[in-house]
C-alpha cells in the first residue's frame, strides 16, 4: 500500500511561502536544506510521526541541472499549497501502476537522506497535482518527519480538486487508503488541507 508522506506549499521565495505557512496555520517551521540538482531549498514542520510539511522555493544561490521539480519553474503570485507527495515501498512498480506522465525515477541524497522520486523530465506536476508525486525512501533511512520538533499540528483532511477527480479517486483507490484524502470535481486543479490544532481549532492551508 501506498501512504500519504508530506505535503508541499510551493512559491517562488522561501521566506514568503513560510511567512504564508506561518500565517496560515500558527506554527513555525524548522530549517530544511537545499537540493543541488533541483537549485530548491525548504523549511519544514513535523505533524506527527510520519507526516510533515515542507514550503520550497527556487534557491536564487543555486543553477538547477535542469527544469525545477514540483512544477517551480512555472510558479508565480503567491505562495499556495501545491504538491503532495505519496510514499511507495517499490517505486518502479508504482510508477507501472500509474497513468502515463507520472514521471521518471530519479535517485537523490542529502547528508544521510536517501530517496527515489518520480520526477517528469520537464519538472510538472503529474496531472497538474491531481496525481501524487511517488517517493521511496531508501532503507535505514530516518525518516524526515522523525527528525522534526512535533508542530502539535495533525493533517484533518486533504482535499484534491480536479476537473478528473472520479478517475484519479477510482485509481488510487487500490493502492491509498486513507480517510483524511478527499477528490472533489472543479475546473481548475489545486489543492487545499484543513489542520487540527492541539486547541482542536481548524486551520485551512490552500
Known amino acids: 500500500m501506498w501512504h500519504l508522506d508530506h505535503l508541499a506549499v510551493v512559491c517562488t521565495d522561501l521566506e514568503k511561502g513560510v511567512a504564508h505557512a506561518e500565517d496560515a496555520l500558527g506554527a513555525r517551521f524548522q530549517p530544511g ?70 514521471g521518471d525515477a530519479v535517485d537523490l541524497e542529502r547528508g544521510d537522506l536517501k530517496w527515489r522520486i518520480a520526477v517528469p523530465d520537464d ?12 517517493i521511496e525512501w531508501a532503507q535505514g533511512t530516518r525518516h524526515p518527519a522523525t527528525r522534526l520538533a512535533d508542530s502539535g499540528l495533525r493533517l484533518s483532511q486533504l482535499t484534491i480538486h480536479h476537473p478528473e477527480a472520479g478517475r484519479i479517486a477510482k485509481a488510487l483507490a487500490p493502492r491509498l487508503a486513507d480517510l483524511r484524502i478527499a477528490f472533489e470535481p472543479a475546473p481548475t486543479p489545486s489543492l487545499s488541507a484543513i489542520f487540527l490544532t492541539p486547541e482542536g481549532e481548524e486551520r485551512l492551508l490552500c
Open 33 to 102: 536544506g537545499k537540493h543541488a540538482r533541483y537549485g530548491t531549498h525548504n523549511r519544514l514542520l513535523g505533524l506527527g510521526p510520519d507526516l510533515y510539511l515542507e514550503v520550497i522555493a527556487p534557491d536564487p544561490e543555486a543553477a538547477p541541472q535542469g527544469p525545477r521539480w514540483f512544477g517551480l519553474d512555472a510558479v508565480s503570485g503567491a505562495p499556495r499549497l501545491g504538491n503532495w507527495i505519496v510514499a511507495c515501498s517499490d517505486l518502479g512498480a508504482a510508477l507501472a501502476a500509474s497513468p502515463s506522465g507520472a
Open 123 to 134: 519538472g510538472s506536476l503529474p496531472m497538474a497535482g491531481g496525481w501524487p508525486t511517488l
